[in-house]
């Protein structure tokens, strides 16, 4: 069965920090940090009426009215997020009635969950739709599965830089129009401590951990992929979406993933010339000489025309929504995903049947690979999305109201602020209900 992708559609955050400009000259930093090093110009943030709910709920909606779905034709609606405001009540309820106000029909007998683990949950929770309907008891039904951060960190924090907020709405079906998707899955993971939050609204971390435990798990995930029966070869893939932090961090993701799939092959053999064979563990009496080969083999092989080329063609556009909103967690590998398809309907790229490896991962710490393959509408899909408008609408928060924006969302701090920007026909927080429930209403 030919089950994946039919639709998605991105929603960000209506403000916008401008790091290299505004953010770094408030830190006393080199503005270099953010454009050279993380590869970030900007991040996303929400509005005082927006949330986690109303980004999902907005990106939703636009989703459905576009694909023309009544509400009964959705068999689940799963929500995935790691800034959940409820330990009980899923968002996923919190969405479902922001639509129930707006469709005609309603979402009452729709499976309704929220996924939790990390970044990689919104991959999850298209795991599970795509499992739902392999395994039968969709009854011809489409899942609704939903990516929603507000990716904020304790003022000061390290993380602080790569910051975002943003919704990714996926509808999965049979006989998708964007993209199916793969039996063949790799994963890796091992219990990690990189990046917590427990019971606290902002993350616990260890950036350098966290960057080292990606790299770890997604090698175990490649590894686990190819073992599955998954092609690895590069040349296999038009794009490789990458769960993405921050660009800096698919940098070195997509060197150590190109290093291993070209290991004995011939592209392995075709640069032997150039920059020599690759290391191999046997052929050294320690580690700390493997890894300094290793290293250094990487280091030439990122300076090769072959890998440049390659990384150009397959990641670099991937990440071109990325570098203007920061990270969005459990959306950031769909928002991937969508700037390099974007990028290839611009340049005229004709993907249909070509094939993408979609990375992703979570801290705590799992990585996911599978493959997708790209169907017949997904021009039409694409041309559809309006997230450069939207990127291009964001109020550019100067320092001061970017700290008063972060106190708004803070739950320890209670600050009332205008919103900077005026709603149009979408859904916004309207304040507490008697039980200590946040309540939305859809304004025109
Ligand atoms: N010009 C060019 N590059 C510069 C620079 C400058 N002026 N200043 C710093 N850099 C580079 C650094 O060399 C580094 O690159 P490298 O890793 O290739 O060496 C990069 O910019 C980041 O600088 P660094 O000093 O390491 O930043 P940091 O100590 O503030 O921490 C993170 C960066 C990612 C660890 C931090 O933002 C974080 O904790 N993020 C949240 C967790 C996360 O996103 N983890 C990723 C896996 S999910």
């Not at 993380?38 to 909606?61: C, H, Q, R």
């Not at 395994?135 to 993380?159: E, F, K, W």
């Not at 092609?231 to 997509?254: C, E, I, N, R």
Request: aromatic fraction near 10%.
């Amino acid at each position: 069965m030919n089950v994946g992708i039919d639709g998605l559609e991105v929603w960000t955050g209506k403000l916008k920090l401008d790091l290299p400009g505004t953010f770094a000259p408030a830190k006393g930093e080199d503005p270099g940090k953010y454009t050279k090093g993380l590869g970030l110009y900007t991040s996303s943030l929400p509005d005082a009426y927006e949330d986690i709910v109303t980004m999902a709920a907005n990106a939703s909606k636009r989703l459905l009215e576009r694909k023309e779905i009544d509400p009964r034709d959705i068999g689940r609606i799963d929500v995935a997020t790691e800034s959940a405001f409820d330990n009980s009540k899923p968002v996923s309820t919190y969405v479902a009635g922001c639509l129930d106000q707006v469709f005609d029909g309603e979402f009452r007998h729709a499976n309704k969950g929220e996924r939790k683990f990390a970044c990689v949950s919104g991959t999850q929770a298209l795991d599970d739709a795509y499992n739902w309907i392999q395994a039968g008891r969709s009854r011809g039904r489409a899942a609704l599965v939903v990516a929603t951060d507000t990716a904020l960190y304790a003022r000061d924090d390290p993380g602080e830089a790569t910051q975002g907020a943003g919704a990714v709405a996926m509808l999965v079906d049979e006989d998708p129009d964007l993209v199916s998707l793969s039996e063949a899955q790799g994963i890796g993971s091992v219990d990690e401590t990189d990046f917590l939050k427990p019971n606290q609204q902002f993350p616990s971390v260890d950036g350098k951990r966290s960057m080292q435990v990606y790299l770890a798990r997604m090698r175990e995930a490649l590894q686990d992929f190819a073992r599955n029966g998954g092609d690895t070869h590069p040349d296999t893939f038009d794009l490789v979406p990458f769960h993405t932090p921050f660009p800096g961090m698919v940098q070195k993701a997509a060197a150590l993933g190109f290093r291993h799939c070209v290991r004995n092959t011939e592209v392995e053999t075709q640069l032997e010339d150039e920059i020599g064979r690759q290391p191999r563990r046997n052929e050294f009496d320690n580690r700390d000489n493997y890894f300094e080969a290793i290293k250094s083999y990487t280091k030439d092989l990122r300076e090769t025309d072959t890998y440049q080329g390659w990384y150009a063609r397959t990641v670099e556009p991937t990440l071109d929504i990325s570098r203007e909103v920061g990270n969005w967690y459990t959306g950031s590998v769909h928002v991937a995903r969508t700037a390099g398809m974007k990028a290839a309907l611009e340049s005229d790229r004709d993907l249909v049947g070509s094939s993408l490896l979609v990375a992703s991962y979570g801290s705590g710490a799992q990585a996911e690979i599978h493959a997708e393959t790209v169907q017949p509408g997904w021009r039409e899909e694409i041309r559809q999305l309006n997230i450069y408008d939207q990127l291009d609408s964001r109020y550019s928060l100067s320092f001061e109201e970017y700290e008063a924006i972060h106190d708004v969302h803070n739950h320890d701090e209670s600050t009332d602020l205008e919103p900077f920007t005026t709603p149009t026909d979408e859904f916004v927080f309207d304040g507490w209900g008697r039980m200590g429930e946040r309540k939305y209403t859809h304004v025109e």
